[in-house]
């Protein structure tokens, strides 16, 4: 069965405490996602182990290299743009 969609709350959270210290290496930060990951597995509720898995495995998914940035910025004024009837706020 295909799942529609993940719940990126537990990666969410393992990802806030790897980046609690601003002093901890590269190295470190993996390790503290590692040990979320490690410390759900062995939780009695596998929910958050099950979906911490998920959601590293749908961030598989993008492919960064297929990403072509802006070559400037006349093609993202439309995303910019806003509506003069709100402009009173």
């Known amino acids: 069965m295909e799942r529609i969609a993940a719940d ?3 990666l969410i959270k393992a990802l806030q405490l790897a980046s609690a210290d601003p ?3 590269l190295g470190e930060q993996l ?4 040990l979320s ?11 958050n182990a099950l979906e911490l898995r998920y959601a590293l ?6 492919d960064p290299q ?5 070559r400037g910025t006349a093609d993202l004024e439309c995303f910019f743009a806003t509506d003069p009837h709100l402009e009173s706020f």
């Open 8 to 10: 990126f709350g537990p």
């Open 23 to 25: 002093a901890a290496t």
């Open 31 to 34: 390790a503290q996602v590692e």
């Open 37 to 47: 990951l490690v410390s759900a597995q062995i939780n009695p509720d596998p929910y």
């Open 57 to 62: 495995q749908a961030l598989r998914e993008i």
């Open 66 to 70: 297929g990403i072509q940035h802006a």
